[in-house]
């Protein structure tokens, strides 16, 4: 039996930090005095990690206009 699990967290990764398309489902900064909302744009995102008192970690998205 053969199974296809998806990306691992390092293939995810890799894909995530490169620009991608990605609906704005929420208003974004794209520029200064520029947001955009229920439209495509493109992002990309930097893995954190905070040494504080909870261990907390994310993505920090940078999001560009649409070419």
Known sequence: M???LGETWKEQEERL???HRW???H???VASHDYRWL???QRKGTW?????EFG?????????EQN
């Open 39 to 41: 439209e495509y744009v």
């Open 23 to 25: 609906f704005a489902w």
């Open 17 to 19: 930090q490169r620009w």
């Open 48 to 52: 954190r990690y905070w040494d504080d």
């Open 56 to 64: 907390s970690y994310g993505t920090i998205w940078e999001y560009r």
């Open 2 to 4: 053969k199974f296809d």
């Open 27 to 29: 208003p974004v900064r």
